[in-house]
């Protein structure tokens, strides 16, 4: 019999955060603790819920419009507007998606011709080469430096492309550095990009989950970026929704076009109950973001003095809810510590080799959880650790 599989998605390989996710249920310990979902710990705030539950009660059960909701699509630009100083056409340039992960993969394959190269900084989330190829375009794959705070440089870009060279993929904050890029760093990043006559997908799902003096800065908000840029976000990390399965992209209506097909042939519409939550999240969820980031930080900060006070590396991550502290000096790859450190003190994390090569020697840390379970977790570190000193 032929082999019934597509050979380009049997090529790819299985998750590496979804290895350790399986290892933990395996174990079916209630003494393990896990730092490796990337996953709010917060309830989805009630005022939410609350709107998804009147819509149920109401019988608000039917298909949207294929690109969501008006009212939501106007709550979405105004809020763009409102925090990152981007204006978009609700009605041509804004398309509610089912999370960002189907937006990211909408445009890939809107976008992309077979054999189109895409530039893919890493580490980086797991979704992102794998949706290339699916797309039939060729990732080419940047590494990111620890000493540039893993912030893309210009002349790394530079050094990538190729005259098949078409998207550069951005994802600041990052997944799972926490690095971010700030207004100088993405000046130069516009320049080579425009020189070169390039697009951009800038996944932005982490925008509001940044500290510090600087607020987010998205590239397109940048002179003559908005034209060549498709701009990725969602509702599930800065309020909480990550069931809810709710995303959203905007960009040039050219382009947002041709993603609504794509939505529309394999989609049909977003959820329709969560696109009427999510009306009350842009709304009325500023205190809410603001409750959830100052919590997050406050973790943040925690971890860092731990990881300096064990001795561990660990640069001052500005964005998201994950670390990335080296490891290399242990002697063990970024898996055998994990695997180790799992079996022995019951704590998973993930390696950093799962988010790319130039993420061996690194574990990813998600700080998305309570202070009492992280202060659990260093303290299975300390002992681990030191049992090889």
Not at 252 to 270: D, E, G, L, R
């Amino acid at each position: 019999m032929r082999n019934p599989l597509n050979s380009y998605i049997e090529a790819i390989p299985p998750s590496g955060i979804r290895k350790f996710f399986d290892l933990v249920a395996e174990m079916n310990d209630p003494e393990v603790i896990s730092l490796g979902v990337g996953e709010p710990d917060f309830d989805t705030p009630w005022h939410i819920r609350k709107e998804g539950i009147d819509a149920l009660t109401k019988g608000k059960t039917f298909y949207t419009a294929n690109a969501g909701l008006m009212e939501l699509r106007k709550e979405i630009s105004l809020f763009m507007e409102r925090k990152y100083s981007l204006s978009y056409e609700p009605a041509s340039e804004i398309l509610v998606t089912v999370g960002g992960s189907e937006a990211i993969d909408a445009c890939f394959r809107a976008m992309l011709d077979r054999g189109d190269e895409i530039i893919i900084p890493e580490p980086c989330f797991v979704s992102y080469k794998p949706c290339a190829i699916m797309a039939g375009a060729v990732p080419v794959i940047v590494d990111l430096k620890p000493e540039n705070e893993f912030r893309l440089q210009p002349e790394e870009l530079e050094a990538a492309i190729t005259d098949r060279t078409k998207m550069v993929f951005l994802s600041y904050p990052n997944n799972p550095t926490g690095a971010i890029m700030e207004k100088e760093d993405l000046e130069k990043i516009a320049e080579v990009v425009i020189k070169h006559d390039l697009f951009v997908i800038s996944d932005e799902i982490y925008a509001e989950l940044t500290y510090g003096d600087r607020s987010f800065i998205s590239i397109a908000s940048l002179p003559g970026m908005r034209e060549r840029t498709v701009v990725v976000n969602g509702f599930s990390k800065a309020f909480a929704m990550t069931g809810w399965r709710l995303g959203y992209a905007a960009g040039p209506a050219v382009i947002m076009k041709q993603m609504m097909k794509v939505h529309q042939f394999a989609i049909m519409c977003s959820p329709t109950l969560s696109q009427y939550a999510a009306v009350s999240a842009l709304r009325y969820g500023e205190d809410d973001i603001r409750m959830m980031r100052d919590e997050y930080d406050r973790r943040r900060r925690f971890l860092l003095n731990r990881f300096e006070k064990m001795g561990i590396p660990c640069f001052e991550a500005k964005g998201a809810f994950y670390l990335f502290p080296c490891i290399s000096k242990f002697g063990m790859t970024s898996n055998e510590f994990a695997e180790a450190i799992l079996k022995e003190q019951k704590l998973a994390v993930v390696p950093g080799s799962a988010f790319g090569s130039s993420g061996e020697g690194f574990l990813r840390i998600s700080y998305a959880y309570s202070l009492k379970d992280l202060e659990k977790a260093t303290e299975r570190i300390r002992r681990f650790i030191s049992s090889r000193q």
